[in-house]
T-cell receptor, first 110, second 112 residues
Framework: QKEVEQNSGPLSVPEGAIASLNCTYS??????FFWYRQYSGKSPELIMSIYSNGDKEDGRFTAQLNKASQYVSLLIRDSQPSDSATYLC??????????FGPGTRLSVLP | DTAVSQTPKYLVTQMGNDKSIKCEQN?????MYWYKQDSKKFLKIMFS???????INETVPNRFSPKSPDKAHLNLHINSLELGDSAVYFC???????????FGPGTRLLVL
């Protein structure tokens, strides 16, 4: 059974701080990794995708992937109250099967 | 233009009824999915279709039957609804399997 794990939170950070979200996965054959943000009552929306080891930056967001450790993280710099949401980690093996983690609830305090 | 749309947005029904949820994507994607998100917000894949062909059928009761009349549409029919079917059902699509998925707005199903 393929598993993706995340701390459920809530993770609380003050406005302007760095929020660090972590995800581990069980399937060594996983090839693509995604971070989605989900506001309460809304659908998931893509924040970042990452396919190879190392860092990938997009604005205030940086995804980090370490396949040897089976670990992927998301850093949010200069956190804003509008970043308060649940962040979902998703893992795929280049097939159609996506496995989502349980999500980490982030709260950015003004 | 809405990329992935679902109807209805809300569905309240009695146990034992049969209901359908429709999904359409106008992104030209080949792959479509159905997900169930339960009260604990856990998002779990139910089905995946590639070009109208069923690819993934996770451990889902056979009361759930997906149908893809063409690659832009993936509908979900549920027979003999049970209390435990209450959840939010999301449709999603991606260009091909393994690529970024785009989610519809969700259908909130409540079985009484």
């Amino acid at each position: 059974q393929k598993e993706v794990e995340q701390n459920s939170g809530p993770l609380s950070v003050p406005e302007g701080a760095i929020a660090s979200l972590n995800c581990t996965y069980s399937d060594r054959g996983s090839q693509s990794f995604f971070w989605y943000r989900q506001y309460s009552g809304k659908s998931p929306e893509l924040i970042m995708s990452i396919y190879s080891n190392g860092d990938k930056e997009d604005g205030r967001f940086t995804a980090q992937l370490n396949k040897a450790s089976q670990y992927v993280s998301l850093l949010i710099r200069d956190s804003q109250p509008s970043d308060s949401a649940t962040y979902l980690c998703a893992v795929n093996d280049y097939g159609q099967n996506f496995v989502f983690g349980p999500g980490t609830r982030l709260s950015v305090l003004p | 233009d809405t990329a992935v749309s679902q109807t209805p947005k809300y569905l309240v029904t009695q146990m034992g009824n049969d209901k359908s949820i429709k999904c359409e994507q106008n992104l030209g994607h080949d792959t479509m999915y159905w997900y169930k998100q339960d009260s604990k917000k856990f998002l779990k894949i139910m089905f995946s279709y590639n070009n109208k062909e069923l690819i993934i059928n996770e451990t889902v009761p056979n009361r759930f039957s997906p149908k893809s009349p063409d690659k832009a549409h993936l509908n979900l029919h549920i027979n003999s609804l049970e209390l435990g079917d209450s959840a939010v059902y999301f449709c999603a699509s991606s260009r091909t399997g393994g690529e970024t998925q785009y989610f519809g707005p969700g259908t909130r199903l409540l079985v009484l």
